[in-house]
């Protein structure tokens, strides 16, 4: 099956991006990295957003739409109040209350 261009193309970025970590010539070619982040997200994520859009099978939609809106909303809850739970059981020399490992949760 046919990879889908994203997924290489992020490949490809880490390699260049290790590659110029550690060789100084390759660092010509990693200047991009040092432009605005709001420049470079309103920039290549309509794109992003648009290709899939465009090539989304409704069909497959339609048959998917109620597990992804289950997942979205009450699975995201669960998982970040799953991640708070064993933060705070785990890692318990952190000193942290439920505020710090729910902000933990949302973001992991």
Known sequence: ??????IVLFIWGGIIG??????PDMHKYTT??????HVFTHVFLPVL???????LDV??????VLDAI??????????IFLI??????FLRGLA?????ALLLGAIA
């Open 32 to 37: 991009l990295t040092e432009i605005n982040p």
């Open 84 to 89: 708070a739970a064993c933060t705070l059981v």
């Open 70 to 79: 289950l997942l979205a909303g009450p699975g995201l809850m669960f998982q």
């Open 18 to 23: 290790l590659t110029a970590a550690f060789s």
């Open 59 to 64: 069909r497959l939609l339609k048959k998917v």
């Open 96 to 100: 942290w209350g439920w505020a710090e």
């Open 1 to 6: 099956p046919m990879v889908p261009y994203t």
């Open 49 to 55: 957003i648009f290709d899939s859009a465009f090539s």
